[in-house]
């Protein structure tokens, strides 16, 4: 095993003597097996933080040891903000407000109980929240945001899986399925940063970590899990996708400036999976130059299958029709986008 290191927080040492901090997800799910349920206890409690981050622990666990996090670091900006107030501080806590608004709802028959997956304040803030347990749902699906994407924005990322969800009920009453709302990485915050593949790059090795950390704490049968990236979350799944194999059913470009390789054959993925692609006619991702990124999957000679998106809304004549409005617009309801994404997350292709 990597580097199965002892972590210390305070004064608190790690209890069992060894968190593989730097193993494999598959490596931390055998050791988190191995451990005994009073033991799994005490690293939870001395260690939340390492727990809450390790792919490879089953979700039920991270989700507890990311509460306690959570709890301890709501603690600590409240009280900063309280000795001295500061209006981006202040956006942070009316987000961690809505998460914990979220987390802590009641499950119901048309949204399942949800999970705090990850969560750190580091940077520009990471949260992962799933809505069903993705041990053990039927069908998977990790919904990856781009440019502007950030902690203070993780309620309107919540809300396009929330979506999903409504969606996936009305085209299936029995679906059991997990909807991941995915925060993992530092988002490029405007047009210059999304001009640079590096975030894409060190977000694309955390998402393909994630991606084996689900397999790896599988409760059951094989799931069917599908990634769905939208505009610069499209290209952290190319980049996770063109360094290592990404294991994945189905993959789903949406609204992307291009996902840095030149034709699908180009990314790692398992034989039988299947590249879906859309842009909406007035999208004004469609200025994207290919330097920037590639070509877009749209491209005819990119190999991936593209469906159907409504148009979106019109744009101004010096942007030729294309607009910012319409960029926004996949997860309106009833939307072409958002019917095809709940069939590609079902495993039945685009309607």
Known sequence: ME????????????????????????????????????????????????VGALDGVPTVDRDRANRLLFDVEYADITAQQQD???????????????????????????????????????????AIIATGDPDTA?????????TGTSLKTVRSEIDKSDAIVDRL?????????????????DAPQDLLESASKDRAVVGGESLRSFQDGLRATRDG????NSVIGYSYGSTVIGHAASEALLDVDAVVFVGSPGV????????QLPEDCRVFATTAQNDVIRLTPDFAHGPQPIDEDFGATVFDSDPGADGEWFTVG??????????????????????????RGPL
């Not at 039927?138 to 781009?146: E, F, P, Y």
């Not at 049968?221 to 069917?224: F, G, P, V």
């Open 221 to 224: 049968e094989r799931s069917y």
């Open 138 to 146: 039927d069908n998977v699906v990790t919904n990856v945001q781009g």
């Open 322 to 347: 294309l607009s910012t409005e319409a960029h926004s617009q996949y997860w309106n309801t009833d939307s072409d986008s958002l019917r095809n994404f709940a069939a590609i997350i079902l495993g």
């Open 3 to 50: 580097a199965a290191v002892a972590v210390e927080s305070g004064d608190r040492a790690d209890p069992v003597g060894g968190i593989p901090a730097e193993g494999s997800p598959v490596e931390v799910a055998g050791w988190w097996r191995d451990l005994s349920a009073e033991e799994r206890e005490s690293v939870i409690a001395a260690e939340p933080a390492t």
């Open 169 to 185: 009920g009305q085209l299936s009453r029995r679906t059991n399925t997990s909807t991941i709302t995915w925060l993992g990485y």
């Open 260 to 267: 840095g390789v030149d034709h699908v054959s180009e990314l």
């Open 84 to 126: 001295d107030p500061d209006e981006d501080r202040g956006a942070v806590i009316r987000a961690m407000d809505a998460i914990k608004r979220y987390i802590d709802s009641d499950a119901t028959r048309a949204r399942p109980r949800a999970f705090l997956v990850g969560f750190s304040r580091e940077g520009r803030g990471r």
